[in-house]
């Protein structure tokens, strides 16, 4: 069975960092691109950032150019997200989603990001 | 990018039909054929229910289905049962690996 767990978030201040990890299982990892999807309190999905199957391409959404970074460990089957500069509207669950022919699916449990003081 | 436009909120009794639009520009759900559809109740993650405009996942009830014409993509769901009630999201490929979801819409079964 597929299968996407992240951790990792909590509550930090504005200006502060913090990485979200995304274990994945049950797939060859390292076969797929996979995205980080993001969905603030109440509000819609946002597209966040993809990579692909060796890490070695990435795009990211224009809100989060230069403060949010995509990367994965296909030893350990894991997909990160290092967030810095983390500001107010950064709040949000954080999912992870396998890429598949321009589709996300499955998706992970989301792991909540508050940044506030 | 702006996100793609959808109704706020889609209600229907029982047994009725009922069809979400998804409206983008030429630079999205008219330029690609990869627009993808996706149930969220609450507090669960989101689950794709179409893809590739019209395309359903194995597993997906066949009571869900996709169409798109110029810059509108819609979705479907006839027969409505209850469970279906949940928020839907439209997604079209952008280009440049890039992707925008819809504004979603809430389904209410009445």
């Known amino acids: 069975e597929v299968q996407l767990v992240e951790s990792g978030g909590g509550l930090v201040q504005p200006g502060g960092s913090l990485r979200l990890s995304c274990a994945a299982s049950?797939?060859?990892?390292?076969?797929?691109?996979m995205h980080w999807v993001r969905q603030a309190p109440g509000k819609g999905l946002v597209w966040v950032s993809q990579?692909?199957?060796?890490?070695?391409?990435?795009s990211y959404a224009d809100s989060v150019k230069g403060r949010l970074t995509i990367s994965r460990d296909n030893a350990k089957n894991t997909l990160y997200l290092q967030m810095n500069s983390l500001r107010a509207e950064d709040t949000a669950v954080y999912y992870c989603?396998?890429?598949?022919?321009?589709?996300?699916?499955?998706w992970g449990q989301g792991t909540l990001v508050t940044v506030s003081s | 990018q702006s996100a793609l436009t959808q109704p706020a909120s889609v209600s229907g009794s029982p047994g009725q039909s009922i069809t979400i639009s998804c409206t983008g520009t030429?630079?999205?759900?008219?330029?690609?054929?990869?627009v993808s559809w996706y149930q969220q109740h609450p507090g669960k993650a989101p689950k794709l229910m179409i893809y590739?405009?019209?395309n359903r996942p194995s597993g997906v009830s066949n009571r869900f289905s996709g169409s798109k014409s110029g810059n509108t993509a819609s979705l479907t769901i006839s027969g409505l049962q209850a469970e279906d009630e949940a928020d839907y999201y439209c997604?079209?490929?952008?280009?440049?690996?890039?992707?925008?979801f819809g504004t979603g819409t809430k389904v209410t079964v009445l």
């Open positions: 989603a396998r890429a598949s022919s321009f589709t996300f699916d499955p």
């Open positions: 590739d405009v019209s």
């Open positions: 997604s079209s490929y952008i280009g440049s690996n890039s992707y925008v």
């Open positions: 990579i692909n199957g060796d890490g070695k391409r990435t």
């Open positions: 030429s630079s999205d759900v008219g330029g690609y054929n990869y």
């Open positions: 049950g797939f060859t990892f390292s076969s797929y691109w």
